[in-house]
């Protein structure tokens, strides 16, 4: 190749693929019995078309199940914010736009990303609005999970919310609730 593609190292490793999407691709393949094939000398077709429709299926169905909680992660804020009408109405438009639909299809990150950062967005309103232990914590995972899934998303979901920060409440120890995300975060 006359240009190297700049999304990987000079040994071939993905700089900003994160482990999580890859091996739940990985578990759902061998939760259906798909492993790797073998070299067979001469080459030939190994798997018939059901073989492969099912190696399809398999290898999508994180992807769906992201795509699931993504639906269920938009519906939550707009619950908080406006109500449960509000947050079904976000529910049923994420469930019915082609474009979520297109990506919750794909055996890629990007279902994962869009599931984990609207939840990391979520969950930092919450610390925004109501500050408890229990929003800081579910923060600092969604946002290791997020980080797991896309570094790139990580980076830019991280800078907004932390500029909520300072308006955070305070009637308890601020400090160590910020400590507990900073020291979950580099995980």
């Known amino acids: 190749y006359e240009f190297r593609d700049t999304s990987y190292s000079s040994s071939g490793v993905a700089i900003y693929h994160g482990w999580l999407p890859l091996y739940t691709i990985a578990a759902s393949l061998w939760l259906h019995g798909i492993g790797p094939d073998q070299v067979t000398?001469?080459?030939?077709?190994?798997?018939?078309?059901?073989?492969?429709?099912?190696?399809?299926?398999?290898?999508?169905?994180?992807?769906?199940?992201?795509?699931?909680?993504?639906?269920?992660?938009?519906?939550?804020?707009?619950?908080?914010?406006?109500?449960?009408?509000?947050?079904?109405a976000a529910a049923l438009a994420a469930a019915l736009a082609p474009k979520c639909i297109w990506v919750a299809q794909q055996a890629r990150y990007y279902s994962a990303t869009l599931a984990l950062g609207t939840l990391a967005v979520y969950a930092s309103w919450l610390c925004y609005r109501q500050g408890r232990w229990r929003h800081f914590v579910a923060a600092a995972v969604a946002f290791v999970l997020l980080f797991h899934s896309s570094s790139l998303s990580?980076?830019?979901?991280?800078?907004?919310?932390?500029?909520?920060?300072?308006?955070?409440?305070?009637?308890?120890?601020?400090?160590?609730?910020?400590?507990?995300?900073?020291?979950?975060?580099?995980?």
């Open 41 to 88: 000398d001469p080459p030939r077709v190994l798997h018939s078309d059901a073989d492969i429709h099912r190696r399809i299926l398999a290898a999508r169905l994180p992807s769906v199940v992201f795509g699931a909680l993504f639906v269920l992660a938009i519906f939550l804020p707009g619950r908080a914010m406006y109500g449960a009408d509000a947050g079904l």
């Open 154 to 187: 990580f980076a830019t979901t991280l800078v907004p919310c932390a500029l909520l920060v300072p308006a955070c409440p305070r009637p308890e120890p601020g400090p160590a609730k910020l400590g507990l995300v900073a020291g979950l975060c580099p995980a």
